[in-house]
């Protein structure tokens, strides 16, 4: 394996087509796409300052390294990449990319990144940009917290545990979505989307989950949230009182208390939706 070492590398596809390389505390600066092409590398201890880093890439081990903002839309169109203990501060990065796997890695300025990617397993890492993860699939995440708004739109196939989710709009659109012992704060949460279910998750939200088809809610936390379950069809369990419900299409929904009841014949069927507070069933 031919190793570049304490390097500062320049100009436009600096290591263009690289293969079977290692490379360690080196800088790739003033160039554009200086790793397009190449596959099975090991990165290390590295800087990368400028455009397009790892495009249509495969098989790569990055550490220790970052991703400055300069670096941005770094890794397009790559396959089979891990990247521990690195900070990506560049925007947009990894698009239309498959097999990632991130532990201990920081995203200060995650605005538009992973977007229509696959196959993503995250522990350990923070993100903070808008419009994170839309139309990703087979995502695992463990350990993990977002700031922005409109995160997981249009995914697919997400399971999120230990999480805090601070989104406006998140995961509308998506489908097959499962987040467990996790902390969600953020206006209309969950529009437009199939199969979400909440386990163990304590959630603010203003006109949150409403248009769902199949919501299931299991031992959750409602803390300032008005107005939820809007049009949807639920199967819900929630510890404590919720603020104010409004015209669920159908199902059950169970809590200690409900501060406001909205079921509005004129839209809904309020028989289809059994309501049981405090343990006591009520006929609507």
């Known amino acids: 394996m031919k190793v570049i070492n304490q390097e500062t590398l320049t100009g436009e596809r600096a290591l263009f087509q690289a293969q079977g390389m290692k490379i360690t505390q080196s800088i790739f600066e003033d160039g554009e796409s200086p790793l397009k092409e190449s596959k099975h590398l090991e990165i290390s201890d590295t800087q990368f300052r400028w455009k397009y880093p790892l495009w249509y890439s495969s098989h790569v081990a990055m550490s220790e390294s970052h991703l400055h903002e300069t670096a941005r839309s770094g890794i397009w169109y790559t396959n089979h990449i891990t990247i521990e203990n690195t900070v990506i501060q560049a925007p947009k990065s990894f698009r239309r990319s498959k097999g990632i796997v991130l532990k201990n890695v920081s995203m200060p300025n995650a605005l538009e990144t992973l977007w229509h990617c696959q196959d993503i397993t995250f522990e350990h890492v923070d993100a903070k940009g ?12 463990q350990d993990f917290r977002l700031d922005g708004n409109y995160g997981f739109d249009g ?20 489908e097959n979505v499962t987040v467990i012992d996790s902390a ?7 529009w437009n989307s ?3 279910t909440f386990i163990n998750c304590t959630i603010e939200s203003l006109q949150g989950l409403c248009y769902i088809e199949n919501l299931v809610m299991e031992n959750c936390r409602f803390v300032n949230t ?7 069809t639920i199967d819900v369990s929630i510890q404590g009182s919720i603020d104010s419900v409004m015209n669920p299409i159908s199902g059950v929904l169970k809590a200690d208390g409900i501060g406001e009841l909205i079921m509005d014949e004129t839209k809904i069927d309020p028989k289809q939706t059994q309501v049981i507070i405090g343990g006591q069933t009520f006929e609507l």
């Open 130 to 141: 808008d419009y994170f993860g839309m139309d990703s699939s087979n995502i695992k995440i």
């Open 155 to 174: 995914a697919k196939n997400i399971e999120i545990r230990n999480a805090i989710l601070n989104s406006k709009d998140a995961f509308w659109n998506a």
């Open 184 to 190: 969600i704060v953020g206006e209309y949460l969950g």
């Open 194 to 196: 199939k199969n979400l």
């Open 226 to 232: 008005t107005l939820a379950f809007e049009y949807s």
